[in-house]
């Protein structure tokens, strides 16, 4: 049994976000299709939900969520989630659009790990949050999709 607190699995979760937000500058400046680069510029912009939630909190809130153990470590989402989805120079906007769709559900899969454990409700509360969040975007995501909006 592996012990683990709060920050380990948020540091993960912000790690990943970081390689997200490369993961679409390289795309934006890879890409010969317009839309498509708008369509990335404006992901790696929106992309930071995890700071924006701890924000939210009162520092000494934080600071006890942060502290909290999590009794199993949960898997985290790998480079994989990347490199599985290589994406060509002239990949349509659905194309992105599908993979952002795909790298969402592996943070929500993250958040909901920390969710199955018994963990305190302040903890529950804030994985929750963020799995609102991830859905919310998932939710949009189609909607740009289904629009032809890029």
């Known amino acids: 049994m592996a012990f683990v607190t ?8 912000e790690g990943f ?6 993961y679409y500058k390289a795309l ?3 890409s010969t299709r317009e839309g498509v680069r708008l369509l990335a510029d ?15 909190l009162d ?18 989402p790998d480079v994989s989630c990347f490199k599985d989805r ?3 120079p002239d990949a349509t906007a659905h194309e992105v659009l599908d993979v952002a769709i795909e790298i969402d559900e592996c943070l929500v899969e993250l958040y909901r790990q920390v969710l199955r454990q018994d963990v305190e409700q302040e903890v529950k509360d804030l994985f929750e949050s963020l799995v609102r969040s991830e859905e ?3 939710v949009v995501l189609k909607k740009i999709k289904a629009t032809d909006y890029f």
Do not use: K, Q, W
């Open 59 to 76: 520092p000494d809130e934080r600071e006890r969520i942060c502290a909290c153990p999590i009794c199993y470590e949960p898997v985290a």
């Open 28 to 30: 934006c400046d890879g």
């Open 6 to 13: 709060v920050d380990d699995v948020l540091c993960t979760a």
């Open 86 to 88: 290589e994406l060509a």
């Open 17 to 22: 976000e970081e390689r997200l937000v490369g």
């Open 136 to 138: 919310r975007d998932e």
């Open 42 to 56: 404006y992901m790696g912009r929106h992309r930071r939900r995890l700071s924006a939630a701890l924000e939210r």
